[in-house]
C-alpha cells in the first residue's frame, strides 16, 4: 500500500465521528447507553459529554426529573427511563444538526464501517478499521477507473465519447469526494443533501448517473 494512498485512508479514519449517527440513536448504541449507566449511578457527567454546552442545562433537569420519577416504582421507572432516552438523543441529534426520528430498536444491522469503528474504540486499536477502509477506497477507484479505461477518448465517434465522459464524471467525482472527505476533518457531519452538521462523516459516493455525489462548495464542474 502506498504512503500517500495510506495517508489519505487514515485521514478518513480520522474524520469518523466518535458516535456514529447510524446508532446514536439505538437502544443498544452509545448514548442510550451511556444514559443507562448514568441512571443507575446518579451521575449526569458522562451524558453530558453527549450534548452541547448550551443544552447542559436541559439535560441537566431532564436527569433530576427523570431520577425523581424512577423512585415511584418499576413502571415509573420504565417510563422515566425512556422518558430521558429520548429526550437525551433528541437533543444530541439537534446539536448534529439532524432530525431526531425516535428511538430505535436494538440490534440494527449497523453495516462494517460502524462495527470496525466501535471495534477500535473498544481493543484500542485502529487496524482493523483501517484495512476496512482501505480496501473500500481501493475497490471504489478501481472499478470506476476501469469503466473508464474500458471507453474511448471523445474524438469523431460522438457515442462513444459520451459513454468516455459518462464513465470519466463518476470516477474523478468518487477521487474528489473522498479527498475532501478526508481533507475536511473532524468538524463537519455530512448528511445525504450534502449539506454538513457537528461531525464528518466521510461520503464516497460519486455524482453522475444514479450515484450520490459529494457536495462540491465550488459548482458542479462537469
Known amino acids: 500500500m502506498s504512503k500517500p494512498f495510506m495517508a489519505?485512508?487514515?485521514?478518513l479514519l480520522a474524520a469518523l465521528p466518535s458516535a456514529p449517527r447510524a446508532h446514536c440513536d439505538t437502544l443498544d448504541g452509545p448514548v442510550v447507553q451511556t444514559a443507562r449507566k448514568a441512571l443507575e449511578t446518579g451521575k449526569a457527567n458522562p451524558v453530558l459529554a453527549w450534548v452541547r454546552p448550551q443544552d447542559e442545562g436541559e439535560i441537566r433537569a431532564a436527569f433530576a426529573r427523570a431520577l425523581a420519577v424512577r423512585?415511584?416504582?418499576p413502571e415509573a421507572r420504565a417510563l422515566a427511563d425512556t422518558w430521558f432516552f429520548e429526550t437525551l438523543v433528541r437533543v444530541h441529534r439537534a446539536g448534529e444538526g439532524a432530525p431526531y426520528t425516535g428511538?430505535?430498536?436494538a440490534g440494527q444491522d449497523l453495516g462494517p464501517a460502524v462495527q470496525a469503528a466501535d471495534r477500535a474504540v473498544d481493543t484500542g486499536s485502529s487496524e482493523a478499521a483501517e484495512k476496512l477502509l482501505a480496501d473500500a477506497v481501493r475497490t471504489g477507484a478501481r472499478e470506476r477507473f476501469a469503466r473508464l479505461k474500458?471507453?474511448?477518448r471523445p474524438a469523431e465517434d460522438v457515442?462513444?465519447?459520451r459513454a468516455w465522459v459518462e464513465a470519466y464524471v463518476p470516477f474523478v467525482h468518487y477521487v474528489e469526494g473522498v479527498y475532501q472527505a478526508a481533507a475536511g476533518g473532524a468538524g463537519a457531519h455530512?448528511?445525504?443533501d450534502g449539506r454538513t452538521h457537528g461531525h464528518a462523516e466521510p461520503s464516497a459516493a460519486s455524482h453522475a448517473h444514479g450515484e450520490a455525489a459529494p457536495a462540491h462548495p465550488r459548482g458542479e464542474r462537469h
Open 71 to 73: 423512585k415511584a416504582g
Open 103 to 105: 428511538l430505535k430498536s
Open 8 to 11: 489519505v485512508v487514515l485521514a
Open 159 to 161: 457515442a462513444a465519447g
Open 190 to 192: 455530512a448528511e445525504p
Open 150 to 152: 474500458a471507453q474511448k
